[in-house]
């Protein structure tokens, strides 16, 4: 997108009234009322971040998944007051709470991404904090099918537990137990991706990476290129993994 678009976009958002509207079944509210509204705003700073290197036009169609109670779902909409946007989350009240109360379509997804159709042709799909959740063969898997969702030049954004993520568990309130901090952090040393699941979910836990795995991963999804990675970009916690629906080998 041009500089000056992103800008006025930027701009218009920072004069927009957000929604204040919360959920009582708001997990992230519920565990972070303090730092809910700026974490959630701070995600808008990465989408215009991403969106101001890629080379689409502007945004019509928008994925956030997960959208949670929509930490992040009321600034997109905020900022993009015109575009369609889909509210995923497995969580079916965190979508259709999202969809009812930001305007938007519900998708009730399933614990495994590639058995949702996501209906395609998005120009930016969001991912806030789900491959935080997950081990490397799903956030592999996933990414590509999401890509697939992508219209051309379309951008997806997908936040993952990076380096920082150590000093977090280790000093700001741990994630997880420590029998499987301690296999996540073995992981991450010996393949660059750590993960162990919560105690009741085999699927569903924490992961932990570096940015060398996830490029190499992103690397060899077919059809994108790789807009960045940002270390901490996201309210200086979860590092940034930004895609461009645009074959890296698209001849000159
Ligand atoms: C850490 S929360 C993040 C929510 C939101 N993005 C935010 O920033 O507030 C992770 C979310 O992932 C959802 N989730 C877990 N597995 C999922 C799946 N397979 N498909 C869609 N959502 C999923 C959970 O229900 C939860 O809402």
């Given at each position: 997108m041009r500089y000056a678009r992103v800008a006025a976009i930027e701009e218009a958002y920072a004069k927009a009234e957000i929604s204040q509207t919360l959920s009582p079944r708001d997990h992230m509210y519920n565990t972070g009322p303090d730092w809910y509204f700026t974490v959630g705003a701070d995600g808008m700073r990465v989408v215009f971040r991403a969106l101001a290197t890629?080379?689409?036009?502007?945004?019509k169609r928008i994925l956030d998944?997960?959208?949670?109670?929509?930490?992040?779902a009321r600034h997109l909409r905020a900022a993009f007051p015109r575009a369609e946007i889909t509210f995923a989350d497995i969580e079916t009240d965190g979508a259709d709470f999202c969809a009812a109360e930001f305007g938007g379509q519900a998708l009730h997804s399933q614990a495994?991404?590639?058995?949702?159709?996501?209906?395609g042709q998005y120009d930016l799909i969001w991912i806030g904090s789900?491959?935080?959740?997950?081990d490397a063969s799903r956030a592999a898997v996933w990414t590509r099918h999401l890509c697939r969702s992508l219209a051309p030049r379309g951008v997806l954004i997908a936040t993952l537990h990076g380096n920082w993520s150590r000093e977090v568990q280790r000093?700001?309130?741990?994630?997880?137990g420590d029998g499987e901090w301690q296999r996540i952090l073995a992981g991450c040393d010996a393949t660059g991706w750590g993960y162990a699941p919560y105690p009741d979910t085999p699927d569903y836990g924490v992961s932990l990476c570096q940015a060398s795995a996830v490029l190499a991963m992103a690397s060899r999804?077919?059809?994108?290129?790789?807009l960045g990675y940002n270390e901490r970009a996201w309210a200086g916690n979860h590092d940034v993994l930004m895609l461009e629906a645009r074959d890296r080998m698209e001849p000159w």
């Open positions: 890629s080379a689409m036009a502007e945004p998944l997960p959208c949670g109670h929509g930490r992040v495994d991404l590639t058995r949702v159709d996501f209906g789900l491959f935080t959740h997950v000093s700001y309130g741990a994630m997880i999804v077919e059809g994108v290129r790789i």
